[in-house]
Each structure stands twice: as structure tokens, then as C-alpha cells.
């Protein structure tokens, strides 16, 4: 086994296919960017009105090695010079996982490196450390992606506790089942956002969800039948329906639903610092109306820039460079872990 040395920088490979993107990205110290490999599914998906499962494993096959390739020719390092290898165990769609991971592992085998398994969550909150140079635990983080909704309390590096969390829809699965009823296709959430940049976000009033007992949790269910009813009555009555007026008036009320909860337990737990991560916090007014609400209460506010939002292998990097330095590594008996939960550790230790 090579020894690892930090003088000039450890270079990690990780590689991310939970879903429907095929990622690779090379990066220093977890923290420098050299290179990070995005192939959209999109196209593949958009006809099924989402991502079919089967079909993403089979691209993933196809891609990951001409996606790492990329990765290393575009950061100018040979596979031999890669020190470690991390991947996304889980959560995700299962044959999506196990494309990466088997890769990973392969490689990992070869090279005699160690092998560092990834909670895909967890590598979102981690995309903030890439950009946001300054930023350390402890702070809260509110992570809105396609199947996650959560208010987690980062209180160390790898250490997190879930403060609030969505009863039924995440964020952005609510973004692309309304996107679906309306005709905008897959996915839903950028569609839905252009849409709304045209219309009254306070036109219609949708209602306001309430977990009983549970202050710090979501719910998006309402909502969304909300939404499908609206749209119900409009077509009995034969009424046309504004659709960017909907948008906008959808996209708000799921933004204030965010902000209402967040601003509940920065408040009970005086968080002064608060980390956006997953990929609805590519939506521009959703960050824009947290940062307007953390200035107004002097909270300090980090977000991703758009390509750390959406699913990429560097965010794995990043918070693969912190596992390592805390002295986890599996060994050759990784496999996926479609439901794993945040800061759980489904692996065997090397
Ligand atoms: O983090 P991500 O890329 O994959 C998961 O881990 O789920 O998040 C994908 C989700 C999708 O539901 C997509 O509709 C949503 O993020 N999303 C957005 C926007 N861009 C992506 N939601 C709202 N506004 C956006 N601009
Ligand atoms: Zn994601």
C-alpha cells in the first residue's frame, strides 16, 4: 500500500452515478476543482416523463469509462497518480449505485488506493466547501433535492443530526410532479422556474402545510393536490388557467414553506449560519429569498453556484477528502446502499 503525503495535494477521483448523471471529478485536497465530468441522462429520460431506472443503469455502463477518461485528460493526471477513489454508495436508485461503485472498486483494486464510500446527501452539503473557502461546521443546512427535503444540523465533518424533515414529497419531486400535470415534461424544476419568471407568484393562494407535532417538518402533498385541483376545476369549467401565474404562485409557496421552517430552527437553536445545498437550490429565487431573509437577520448565508447544485462528482470529492482525513475507508466489500441514511456508515472498515 502507497503512503499518502498532503505536500503536494491529494488527488482524488470520484465518481457519481446515483441517479441520471454519469460524473467523474479529479480533485486536490477536496477542495480544488481540476476537472468535474457531467453526461446528462435528460435526453434519455424526457420521453417517460422521468427517470426510468433500467434505462439509467445501461447508460451508465456505456458512459462511466469515457466520463472518467474525460476527468483525468481534462486535469492533465494519469490514473497512476490518483491517490484516492470515492464513490456515492447510496441513497439512489440501486443499478444506477452499483455501475459506480463496481467501477470504483475496480479501480481502487488496481491501484492499491484506498477506497472512500460517499452518502450522496452528504456530498451536497459538501459542495459548498469547494467554493466557500471560509466555511466550517458547525451550521445548519437546508437540503432541497429530488428526494430529499431536510433541515440537518452539520455539527462536525461527517457528523449530522436531522432536525426537520419532509413527511411525504421532497421539494423537488413536488416541482416535477406539478411540472408533469401542467405538460412541461422532465425535469421540473427549471421548466417550472422559467415559467414563473413570467407570472404573479402571489396570484393564486395555495395553502400553507402544517405537520401537527411537528413544527420542523415539511409536507408538499397539500400542495401538490392543491395545485392538481386548480387545475381540475379550470378544465370542468372550461377556463383557461395562466400558467405562469400557477408557476410562479406554485414555486412561492413552496419557497415560503422553506423559509418558514428554516427561520423556526435557525431561531431555536441560534444557528448564525446556514448552508443551501441539493439541486433545487439551483432555483435563483428560492437563494434569493433565503439571502434576502439571512441579511435581514444576520445569518450567514452560503449556496452553491449552478453546476455544484445539480448531481456532480466533485461535492463527492469534497466530502470524500473529510472522510479520509477522519480515518474511514472501506474495503473491498462496498455495495450499494439505495436507502441509506444521513451520517450512517453501511460499510466494512478497511
Ligand atoms: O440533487 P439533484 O440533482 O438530484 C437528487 O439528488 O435528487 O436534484 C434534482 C431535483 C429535481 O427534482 C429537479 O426538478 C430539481 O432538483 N431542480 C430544481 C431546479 N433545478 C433542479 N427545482 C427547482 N428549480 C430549479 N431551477
Ligand atoms: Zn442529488
Known sequence: MSTLTEKEGLLILAIETSCDETSAAIVKNGRTVLSNIIHSQIALHETYGGVVPEIASRSHIEKINEVI??????????????????????????????????????????????LIPIHHIEGHIAA???????????????????????????????KFEILGQTRDDAAGEAFDKIARAIGFGYPGGPKIENEAKKGNPYAIPFPKAKVENAPYDFSFSGLKSAVLNYLHKAKQRGENVNLSDLAASFQQAVIDALIEKTALVIEKYSYSTLVLAGGVAANRSLVFQLRKWCEEHRIKFFAPSLVYCTDNAAMIAAAAYDEYRQGNRSNYTLNAVPNLKIGERKYEQW
Do not use: C
Open 69 to 114: 477518461e474525460k476527468a483525468l485528460a481534462q486535469a492533465q493526471v494519469s490514473l497512476h497518480e490518483i491517490d484516492i477513489i470515492a464513490v456515492t454508495y447510496g441513497p439512489g436508485l440501486v443499478g444506477a449505485l452499483l455501475v459506480g461503485v463496481s467501477q470504483a472498486k475496480a479501480i481502487a483494486y488496481a491501484l492499491d488506493k484506498p
Open 128 to 158: 459548498n466547501f469547494l467554493e466557500h473557502k471560509q466555511l466550517r461546521p458547525p451550521f445548519l443546512s437546508l437540503v432541497v433535492s429530488g428526494g430529499h427535503t431536510h433541515l440537518i444540523a452539520v455539527k462536525d465533518y461527517g
